[in-house]
Nanobody
Framework: QVHLVESGGGSVQAGESLRLSCAAS????????MGWFRQAPEKKREGVAA???????RYGDSVKGRFTISKDNAKNTLYLQMNSLKPEDTAMYYC???????????????????????WGQGTQVTVSS
């Protein structure tokens, strides 16, 4: 059973930083595609960032240059470093992962793209102005 647990969310002021973590268990982590999505109240889920097994990354347009996704294979942990946070970054942030052999997460959930198979419970990020 794949299990994803996010942590690191919180309330910050605009311009500050946060680092989210996602601890993964239940399968061979190093060869898996993983990513972060977010959803604000009354808004659609949005793909934030994704990373493939070889370290290739994708970012949503609204976070490029501010957010960085990375993973530590030894710790089975995915990270999202969020800098220069804005009030519009306020949302529930979800860690997501694909089953072995798939990499839907790199599509960031855009129209026509399949979604990853596994999801965490989410961690709230609130940015005030």
């Amino acid at each position: 059973q794949v299990h994803l647990v996010e942590s690191g969310g919180g309330s910050v002021q605009a311009g500050e930083s946060l680092r989210l973590s996602c601890a993964a268990s239940g399968y061979g982590y190093s060869g898996v595609c993983m990513g972060w999505f977010r959803q604000a109240p009354e808004k659609k889920r949005e793909g934030v960032a994704a990373i493939g097994p070889g370290g290739n990354t994708r970012y949503g347009d609204s976070v490029k240059g501010r957010f960085t996704i990375s993973k530590d294979n030894a710790k089975n942990t995915l990270y999202l470093q969020m800098n220069s946070l804005k009030p519009e970054d306020t949302a529930m942030y979800y860690c997501a992962a694909d089953r072995i052999g798939y990499c839907n997460v790199l599509g960031l959930g855009r129209p026509g793209q399949s979604l990853p198979d596994y999801w965490g419970q989410g961690t709230q990020v609130t940015v005030s102005s």
